[in-house]
T-cell receptor, first 113, second 115 residues
Framework: DAKTTQPPSMDCAEGRAANLPCNHSTISGNEYVYWYRQIHSQGPQYIIHGLKNNETNEMASLIITEDRKSSTLILPHATLRDTAVYYCIVRVAVGTSGSRLTFGEGTQLTVNP | EAGVVQSPRYKIIEKKQPVAFWCNPISGHNTLYWYLQNLGQGPELLIR????????DSQLPKDRFSAERLKGVDSTLKIQPAELGDSAVYLCASSLGLAGGETQYFGPGTRLLVL
C-alpha cells in the first residue's frame, strides 16, 4: 500500500488558514489522495479527494504537486470546530472490484482562539 | 439524508462474553465496511462487503470475529468470545462502490470496553 507521512501535530490560530502537508512519494498513477478528519469521539468525516488536479469544495482545498508525491490540505479560515485529527490517505485498488483506505496516525490539528 | 447508523454507541461486557454490533448504511450504498480503531491510532479495515458478499475479509480475525450482511443492507459484526484486547471503537462505513464513487462515509462507531 502507498504510505503517507504526516506531521503528528500542528497548531493554527482561529481565522487563519491551516495548511496540512502530506507526503506520498510511492503513490501510483491511478491512486487517489483522500483526506478525512476525525473529531473526538466521532467517526471519520470525508473532506476531499483528488487525483492530479487541485480540488476545492465547501470545506477545503487540496493542492497536489505536479509529481504527485505530496499534497497539502488547506482550511482557508480555521475555526475552533476544525480541531481534529486529519488523515491523508492514498486509496489503493484491491482486485478488480474495489479499493482500500489505509489510515495512518494522522495530524492532530489544534485551532487556538 | 440519513447517515450511517450504528448501535449501540457504547457497550461494556466482561471478557469471554459475546457481543454484537449493528450497522445500517446510507440508503443505496452497496458497499459496506467494518473498521477497528484502537486508541490513538487510525481505523483498520476488518471486512468489506459488496452487497451481501464479503469480498475483502483478509484482516478479520476469523477465530472469534464474524460478520454478516444477509440481505445486502444492514450488517452485524460479532465477537465471540470477547477478549480484553478487543476494547476499541468499531466503525462502520458505506459507499456507492466502484461504479458510483468510492468515497466512504462513516458512522459514529460503537465503543467497546471489555472488562
Amino acid at each position: 500500500d502507498a504510505k503517507t507521512t504526516q506531521p503528528p501535530s500542528m497548531d493554527c490560530a482561529e481565522g487563519r488558514a491551516a495548511n496540512l502537508p502530506c507526503n506520498h512519494s510511492t503513490i501510483s498513477g491511478n491512486e487517489y489522495v483522500y483526506w478525512y478528519r476525525q473529531i473526538h469521539s466521532q467517526g471519520p468525516q470525508y473532506i476531499i479527494h483528488g487525483l492530479k488536479n487541485n480540488e476545492t469544495n465547501e470545506m477545503a482545498s487540496l493542492i497536489i504537486t505536479e509529481d504527485r508525491k505530496s499534497s497539502t490540505l488547506i482550511l482557508p479560515h480555521a475555526t475552533l470546530r476544525d480541531t481534529a485529527v486529519y488523515y491523508c490517505i492514498v486509496r489503493v485498488a484491491v482486485g478488480t472490484s474495489g479499493s482500500r483506505l489505509t489510515f495512518g496516525e494522522g495530524t492532530q490539528l489544534t485551532v487556538n482562539p | 439524508e440519513a447517515g450511517v447508523v450504528q448501535s449501540p454507541r457504547y457497550k461494556i461486557i466482561e471478557k469471554k462474553q459475546p457481543v454484537a454490533f449493528w450497522c445500517n448504511p446510507i440508503s443505496g450504498h452497496n458497499t459496506l465496511y467494518w473498521y477497528l480503531q484502537n486508541l490513538g491510532q487510525g481505523p483498520e479495515l476488518l471486512i468489506r462487503y459488496e452487497n451481501e458478499e464479503a469480498v475483502d475479509d483478509s484482516q478479520l480475525p476469523k477465530d472469534r470475529f464474524s460478520a454478516e450482511r444477509l440481505k445486502g443492507v444492514d450488517s452485524t459484526l460479532k465477537i465471540q468470545p470477547a477478549e480484553l484486547g478487543d476494547s476499541a471503537v468499531y466503525l462502520c462505513a458505506s459507499s456507492l462502490g466502484l461504479a458510483g464513487g468510492e468515497t466512504q462515509y462513516f458512522g459514529p462507531g460503537t465503543r467497546l470496553l471489555v472488562l
